[in-house]
């Protein structure tokens, strides 16, 4: 499978689309199915954060999601994700997960993206915005069954 680009607004009711189309392509590239949920949870997590953060709610602002199949150097399939947003941009290094022992709802999308990704990387293009870029990785080869690692 090719390139998959996505270009949709920063509008909660667009997740669930994106959602199936991470979930069909992760399938298709031979993730098995918990793999291909976390990276979805990954993804998911990471346009609410543009949507909540970088745009302060407003459900109108453009994302671009891109998605292309890539290898480890092992030879597992894997997906190369990259969220661009036109957003208010943040220092990268301020970008952390918050305590995980502050007990309350939400706030866990940077915990989930940095336990789930393989890579990650936050950057803010010249021409304003954030970038976000990822890869996930199979954890097993899809022709073995074997176990990978991370």
Not at 40 to 64: F, R, W
């Amino acid at each position: 499978m090719s390139r998959v680009e996505l270009n949709i607004t920063s509008n909660a009711r667009s997740l669930p689309i994106v959602r199936s189309a991470v979930e069909k392509m992760a399938s298709m590239e031979g993730f098995p199915s918990d793999d291909a949920h976390e990276l979805t949870l990954a993804i998911d997590e990471a346009l609410a954060n543009v949507i909540k953060h970088g745009y302060d709610g407003q459900p109108d602002q453009p994302i671009s999601i891109m998605l292309e199949p890539v290898r480890s150097a092992d030879g597992r399939a894997g997906l190369s994700v990259s969220v661009r947003d036109q957003g208010r941009q943040v220092d990268p290094s301020t970008i952390k997960s918050r305590d995980l022992a502050e007990v309350r709802p939400g706030g866990l999308g940077v915990h989930i993206i940095q336990s789930v990704m393989d890579e990650y990387n936050y950057s803010c293009p010249p021409n304003g915005g954030m970038l976000l870029e990822m890869k996930k990785y199979a954890s097993k080869h899809p022709s073995t069954g074997e176990s990978g690692g991370k």
